[in-house]
């Protein structure tokens, strides 16, 4: 199946008061093992490029301590979401009853980013909040459209976080998206967020991570 993780259940209408955020707690991701079944973030051992050419450059120094919205500016918003899930995973964490160790960083993938926000705007557009897109796409076929070789893809998503800070806290609040999170196999990432005031929700987040092949 796909790699992905909810982070929130939205249902149907166009309230224009958003319902209050939640998260679930399934996580499913994908790897090219094979066997076509759904793995909880287990991956595979084949090799990956440590900096794919296709990445944005190293990692700059960041603030933190302003909160960053779902339409800042756009290089501002990528460099805010890197950092922050950076130094989650700089950290030892515990995502349900494991305990996971600081793991490396992770760089901003181009690729990934554009199948973020294309997931986020059909979930604007549409209304909707799932993993599977109105054309019946996941997180791998996004993935594949982007030509994003992969030996294993996952995705968070959410919907109703007014702040980065806030999202990636509720993404480690939950079993599955920490996991998603800390698992030192995925080495790249992107995200992004999309506003409308006229969706149940009016701000859908999707996260997607990325072991490149070579």
Not at 75 to 101: H, Y
Not at 155 to 174: D, F, R
């Amino acid at each position: 199946m796909l790699g992905l993780t909810a982070a929130i259940t939205a249902c149907g209408g166009g309230a224009s008061t958003p319902p209050e955020a939640q998260t679930t707690n399934e996580p499913e991701t994908a790897s090219t093992d094979g066997s076509g079944s759904s793995t909880d973030n287990n991956t595979t051992d084949k090799p990956i490029d440590e900096k794919p050419a296709e990445a944005i450059g190293e990692q700059v120094a960041v603030d933190l301590s302003t909160p960053v919205l779902c339409d800042t500016d756009k290089k501002r918003f990528e460099e805010v979401m890197l950092a922050r899930i950076n130094a989650v995973r700089a950290e030892p964490q515990v995502c349900g009853s494991t305990n996971f160790p600081a793991v490396p960083s992770v760089t901003w993938s181009t690729k990934l980013q554009t199948a973020a926000e294309l997931h986020s705007v059909d979930m604007t557009t549409y209304n909707f909040f799932s993993h599977t897109g109105s054309d019946g796409s996941s997180v791998s076929s996004r993935a594949d459209a982007q030509q994003y070789e992969w030996s294993a893809i996952g995705e968070n998503i959410a919907a109703g976080q007014n702040t980065a800070q806030e999202v990636v806290e509720g993404w480690l609040s939950s079993d599955g998206h920490c996991r998603n999170l800390m698992n030192s196999y995925y080495t790249q990432i992107a995200v992004a967020c999309v506003a409308d005031d006229n969706t149940d929700y009016q701000r859908y987040w999707t996260n997607v991570l990325g072991a490149p092949l070579r």
